[in-house]
């Protein structure tokens, strides 16, 4: 995974924690991510108030890129908000690509309706499918 920090100092001490948090949060999925974007913008220059922001951007393979933002008066408090909007966003993809593949298909459902009622013999058993 290559992570692209854009807005931070190389010196800064939130970069490791950055990067800890981030790997935390895409671990669990069936594949790693590509390519990961976090940048920092402030907003309206100096002028003070909640006008941090932070874009994190997640490539995945063979997917569409999920990206979640933050908007807080620091670094730290926008990108944590940002985190919890990603780590919501992974979730709901994952949980979406696993009730897809748990609903029955089509044929199936159509060949079930039309057998007769023969509770003494199951269907025959078909190896199972998967895609990727």
Same mark, same amino acid.
């Given at each position: 995974?290559?992570?692209?920090?854009?807005?931070?100092?190389?010196?800064?001490?939130?970069?490791?924690?950055?990067?800890?948090?981030?790997?935390?949060?895409?671990?669990?999925?069936?594949?790693?991510?590509?390519?990961?974007?976090?940048?920092?913008?402030?907003?309206?220059?100096?002028?003070?108030?909640?006008?941090?922001?932070?874009?994190?951007?997640? *490539?995945?393979?063979?997917?569409?890129?999920?990206?979640?933002?933050?908007?807080?008066?620091?670094?730290?408090?926008?990108?944590?908000?940002?985190?919890?909007?990603?780590?919501? *966003?992974?979730?709901?993809?994952? *949980?979406?690509?696993?009730?897809?593949?748990?609903?029955?298909?089509?044929?199936?459902?159509?060949?079930?309706?039309?057998?007769?009622? *023969?509770?003494?013999?199951?269907?025959?058993?078909?190896?199972?499918?998967?895609?990727?």
């Amino acid at each position: 995974m290559s992570l692209v920090m854009e807005g931070l100092a190389l010196d800064d001490p939130l970069r490791a924690h950055v990067e800890d948090k981030l790997a935390a949060a895409v671990r669990g999925g069936r594949r790693p991510p590509t390519a990961v974007r976090v940048g920092f913008t402030d907003q309206n220059g100096p002028k003070g108030g909640a006008d941090i922001r932070c874009a994190i951007t997640v *490539e995945l393979p063979r997917r569409a890129p999920v990206h979640a933002e933050g908007v807080a008066e620091t670094h730290r408090l926008a990108f944590d908000g940002a985190l919890d909007t990603l780590a919501r *966003e992974l979730k709901r993809d994952r *949980e979406r690509r696993r009730d897809v593949a748990r609903r029955p298909k089509k044929y199936f459902a159509a060949r079930q309706a039309l057998a007769p009622d *023969e509770a003494s013999t199951p269907p025959p058993a078909r190896p199972r499918r998967r895609s990727a």
